[in-house]
């Protein structure tokens, strides 16, 4: 069921699996990686759920119950509403020379069982981005730390972390462009604006803040200085 009273402004998925085990498995991950979720246990009920309350995406197991997930996939492309629907296809091993067909099928891209939760992730993450709109103001995460961009709240590990507005944006900047080395110049200028004069040693002040923020007593450092280079976002602090 999908829960009436959830967040909006997350993004909502479709789960369409015949396995329970392996649904309850992605619920799970899936809410805590800051999506709504919603299921269908076969083909037909995921097209009734799609026309009742249309996906932002949709993961689709290619053996399924009534409607096979090719089925399933011909008719959200068939219909003018979900056309441009992202569909991940789900496929065991075995079929999976068959998912060259599900993509030809309009499926955007596929995922072979079993699979690794990053992976289905990064393939999400890529294909709603690609869509637009939802991960516009959607959610960013690195490491334990995950920013809801639509209501500004920033959790590590599940607790919430409190951040003035320039450290958000900083922390915003960085989990764009995880581990890369920015200097304070080009902080400056993307997290600041390049008319706006600050001093560079100010960077240094809210990069402080934002450690204090986000770094618990046992957590590591998640902000990685580089001497005479900059800074990162990295769990690596060599
Ligand atoms: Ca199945």
Same mark, same amino acid.
């Given at each position: ?22 649904? @309850? ?36 197991? /290619? ?27 789900? @496929? ?99 997290? /600041? ?46």
């Amino acid at each position: 069921m999908l829960d009436v009273t959830a967040d909006l402004t997350k993004p909502l998925v479709l789960v369409v699996e015949d396995e329970p085990a392996l649904a @309850t498995m992605l619920r799970y991950n899936l809410e805590k990686q800051g999506f709504r979720v919603d299921e269908a246990a076969d083909g037909q009920e995921a097209l009734t759920r799609i026309s009742e309350s249309t996906p932002d995406i949709v993961l689709l197991d /290619w053996m399924l119950p009534v409607l096979s997930g090719i089925e399933v996939c011909r008719q959200i492309r068939r219909r003018p509403a979900t056309r441009e629907l992202p569909v991940i296809m789900v @496929t065991a091993r075995a079929e999976d020379s068959d998912a060259v067909r599900g993509l030809n099928t309009g499926a955007d891209d596929y995922i072979t069982k079993p699979f690794k939760l990053d992976n289905l992730l990064a393939r999400m993450r890529a294909l709603l981005r690609r869509s637009g709109g939802v991960t516009e103001k959607g959610t960013l995460n690195f490491h334990d730390v995950s920013m809801d961009l639509a209501t500004h709240r920033v959790q590590r590990n599940g607790r919430s972390v409190h951040l003035g507005p320039t450290e958000f944006r900083l922390l915003e900047f960085f989990m764009n462009h995880p581990r890369r080395v920015f200097s304070r110049e080009e902080l400056l200028n993307s997290v /600041w604006g390049a008319d706006i004069h600050v001093e560079p040693r100010t960077v240094d002040v809210h990069i402080r803040r934002l450690r204090k923020a986000i770094n618990g007593d046992d957590e590591l450092d998640l902000v990685r200085t580089v001497r005479a280079a900059g800074y990162a976002l990295d769990t690596d602090p060599i």
